[in-house]
């Protein structure tokens, strides 16, 4: 018989797609039932749903470029999520601020992350680099303008915090 804490850890295996112990019988049972794909479905929904909400400027770039639902399901089934729901839009921002091969997608997530560490508590000051201009960006995002290209030149470093909080300047760095 299994004890509780394997249950729960093979059943959290199963719904994020992960490898579970081939002798377990049971395991095995529930991998191959249908109810499973309903399950991960349920629990993605949510958490997508969530990260929309959370991340409203970050979900709606990547909704635009064609990766929201990838990423999410990328992001829950290769990392450890809190069980708190108002902890899921921080994980998932700095998970892409931090790794995200897209600079634009890495800038928009940093930008965010650091106005909600800021917010809570959490951080004084942030800066946060830019291949465009982050102006431009947000504007776009805001109103599904289009969104401007990469440029040239130094990058634009945006910071946010500092001595007055509530201050947020642009520059071009180099």
């Given at each position: 018989?299994?004890?509780?804490?394997?249950?729960?850890?093979?059943?959290?295996?199963?719904?994020?797609?992960?490898?579970?112990?081939?002798?377990?019988?049971?395991?095995?049972?529930?991998?191959?039932?249908p109810g499973l794909a309903i399950v991960?479905?349920?629990?993605?929904?949510?958490?997508?749903?969530?990260?929309?909400?959370?991340?409203?400027?970050?979900?709606?770039?990547?909704?635009?470029?064609?990766?929201?639902?990838?990423?999410?399901?990328?992001?829950?089934?290769?990392?450890?999520?809190?069980?708190?729901?108002?902890?899921?839009?921080?994980?998932?921002?700095?998970?892409?601020?931090?790794?995200?091969?897209?600079?634009?997608?890495?800038?928009?997530?940093?930008?965010?992350?650091?106005?909600?560490?800021?917010?809570?508590?959490?951080?004084?000051?942030?800066?946060?680099?830019?291949?465009?201009?982050?102006?431009?960006?947000?504007?776009?995002?805001?109103?599904?303008?289009?969104?401007?290209?990469?440029?040239?030149?130094?990058d634009y470093l945006l910071t946010i915090?500092?001595?007055?909080?509530?201050?947020?300047?642009?520059?071009?760095?180099?």
């Amino acid at each position: 018989m299994l004890s509780l804490e394997d249950y729960q850890r093979g059943m959290l295996a199963l719904i994020k797609g992960r490898a579970i112990p081939p002798a377990s019988v049971y395991f095995q049972q529930v991998a191959a039932s249908p109810g499973l794909a309903i399950v991960r479905q349920t629990a993605l929904f949510w958490r997508t749903f969530e990260i929309g909400i959370q991340c409203r400027l970050t979900w709606r770039l990547l909704t635009r470029i064609g990766s929201g639902d990838a990423l999410v399901a990328g992001y829950f089934n290769h990392n450890p999520t809190s069980p708190f729901v108002e902890q899921l839009g921080l994980g998932f921002l700095e998970w892409l601020a931090d790794h995200d091969d897209d600079a634009l997608v890495r800038a928009v997530a940093g930008f965010e992350l650091a106005i909600m560490r800021i917010k809570g508590g959490m951080a004084d000051a942030a800066e946060i680099r830019w291949d465009r201009d982050p102006e431009r960006v947000l504007y776009a995002l805001q109103t599904g303008g289009e969104l401007p290209h990469a440029e040239d030149g130094p990058d634009y470093l945006l910071t946010i915090g500092g001595k007055q909080a509530d201050l947020i300047t642009c520059s071009r760095a180099g």
